[in-house]
T-cell receptor
C-alpha cells in the first residue's frame, strides 16, 4: 500500500476562495482523522470518522470548515471562504480501531 | 481537556546520551502513543502502550505509563544525530468499543549534536 495520500501537497489561494483538501486512507482502515498544525496551536484534531461516519467534529473551528467521507477510500476537507488565519499544514491520518495512526505528508495551505 | 502535554518543550543532548521526554494527560485513556515528526514531514508512529500496560520496549525506545499519575515517559537510549526531530504523545480514548479520538500534545523538540 502507498500509505495515506493527500493532495495537493501545497496550496496557495486568495482570501475568500474555496479550498478543498483531499485524502485517500490506507485500504482496510476504518478510521480517518483530519488535523491542522500551526506553530502557535500545535496539532489540532479537527474531525474524525469511523466507518465513514463523522464521530466528533468539535474541533472544526467554524462553519466555514466542512468535511465529508463519501466512501471508505476518500475524504475531503473544505474551507469556504478561506481566510489568512487558515494558513497551516493540514494532515490526514487513518487507522484501524484504537491502533496506531498512519499520517499523510500533509497539505501546506497558504491563504493570502 | 484530554490533551497530553510534553515536557520539556525542547531538549538538546550529545550523541550517545539518553533522552527522556515526559507526557501528562487529564482523562482516562484507552492507550497512549508516541510519534516522531521530522521537519516538514508527516508524523510517524513509534510505539503504543495500552492502559493496562506499564512498560514497553522497542529497539532503543522505552515507554512507561503510570495511569494513577496520568503520565508517560519516552526514553531514547544511545541517541544519534538522526534522532533529531519533534516527539509527540497522543492519547486515545475509547468510543463504545470503536475508534475514539486521538489527541496530540505540543511536542518536545529534540536536538542531538554529533
Amino acid at each position: 500500500d502507498a500509505g495515506v495520500i493527500q493532495s495537493p501537497r501545497h496550496e496557495v489561494t486568495e482570501m475568500g476562495q474555496e479550498v478543498t483538501l483531499r485524502c485517500k486512507p490506507i485500504s482496510g482502515h476504518n478510521s480517518l482523522f483530519w488535523y491542522r498544525q500551526t506553530m502557535m496551536r500545535g496539532l489540532e484534531l479537527l474531525i474524525y470518522f469511523n466507518n465513514n461516519v463523522p464521530i466528533d467534529d468539535s474541533g472544526m473551528p467554524e462553519d466555514r470548515f466542512s468535511a465529508k467521507m463519501p466512501n471508505a477510500s476518500f475524504s475531503t476537507l473544505k474551507i469556504q471562504p478561506s481566510e489568512p488565519r487558515d494558513s497551516a499544514v493540514y494532515f490526514c491520518a487513518s487507522s484501524v480501531a484504537n491502533s496506531e495512526a498512519f499520517f499523510g505528508q500533509g497539505t501546506r495551505l497558504t491563504v493570502v | 481537556s484530554q490533551q497530553g502535554e510534553e515536557d520539556p518543550q525542547a531538549l538538546s543532548i550529545q550523541e550517545g546520551e539518553n533522552a527522556t521526554m515526559n507526557c501528562s494527560y487529564k482523562t482516562s485513556i484507552n492507550n497512549l502513543q508516541w510519534y516522531r515528526q521530522n521537519s516538514g514531514r508527516g508524523l510517524v508512529h513509534l510505539i503504543l502502550i495500552r492502559s493496562n500496560e506499564r512498560e514497553k520496549h522497542s529497539g532503543r525506545l522505552r515507554v512507561t505509563l503510570d495511569t494513577s499519575k496520568k503520565s508517560s515517559s519516552l526514553l531514547i537510549t544511545a541517541s544519534r544525530a538522526a534522532d533529531t526531530a519533534s516527539y509527540f504523545c497522543a492519547t486515545n480514548m475509547n468510543y463504545g468499543g470503536s475508534q475514539g479520538n486521538l489527541i496530540f500534545g505540543k511536542g518536545t523538540k529534540l536536538s542531538v549534536k554529533p
